[in-house]
């Protein structure tokens, strides 16, 4: 959800013009929901617990104010995420690829090493990218399996021409998906992946702590 230089850019990606697709989620059609995802529900109560998750653990950083301050629209990026997530889970299990637990472990291993610790690798997470310690399981499993997307594609992420290969298989999976979000949440788009409304691509943080800027 925020800044890193590596890890995979949808941005980086030539953007075709896109018809905003404005739907009726908020109508009698799907009360309640924030996002219709592959005819699944994400509610609006589902991203207000998790943003909720979030701001509670800024507010005990000691950078409360400044964290705060900086996700102003934490809802937005939220719902962005969730959908994300799914859509990541479909290229990943066209691709044929899973994320076991002991991967899921593995590389939380590399990552609080690097950071220097668990608490420290919460707490660069949560000032850099806006994840919550609750959060944290399913940013590490989502990492293994761009890890392993990538790998089953033979694509390497560090060259444009790798990111391609990546987002091509996202933009795959989320045109199949038939996406349809609440406008109060902006618009879908298959072509970058992310919502309309997020000004900073999705970016899955990396198996090594990242680095302060």
């Known amino acids: 959800m925020h800044r890193r230089r590596s ?28 996002a219709v995802v592959d005819g699944d529900k994400i509610t609006v109560s589902q991203v207000q617990a998790q943003a909720r998750g979030v701001r509670a653990a800024q507010s005990e950083s000691e950078d409360a104010d400044q964290l705060i301050k900086g996700t102003g629209r934490l809802s937005r ?13 479909r290229a990943a299990k066209d691709a044929g690829v899973s994320a076991s637990r002991s991967d899921v472990q593995r590389i939380r291993e590399q990552a609080e090493k690097a950071a220097g610790g668990a608490d420290r690798l919460r707490e660069m997470w949560l000032q850099q990218y806006s994840i ?10 989502n990492q293994v399996l761009m890890d392993k997307l990538a790998k089953s594609l033979g694509a390497d992420r560090t060259t444009p021409e790798g990111q391609e290969k990546v987002v091509g298989a996202l933009r795959k999976a989320s045109e199949s998906m038939g996406i349809d979000v609440n406008p109060r949440f902006g618009t879908w788009n298959d072509e970058q992946v992310l919502l309309d409304t997020v000004q900073e691509p999705w970016l899955q943080p990396e198996q090594q702590a990242p680095r302060q800027s």
Do not use: W, Y
């Open 132 to 141: 919550g310690p609750d959060q944290l399981e399913g940013t590490l499993r």
């Open 77 to 89: 990026s939220t719902l962005n995420s969730m959908i994300f997530d799914k859509v990541l889970a």
């Open 7 to 34: 890890a995979l850019s949808v941005t980086a990606v030539a953007l075709l013009a896109a018809t905003p697709l404005l739907t009726g989620c908020g109508s009698d059609a799907h009360p309640g929901a924030a």
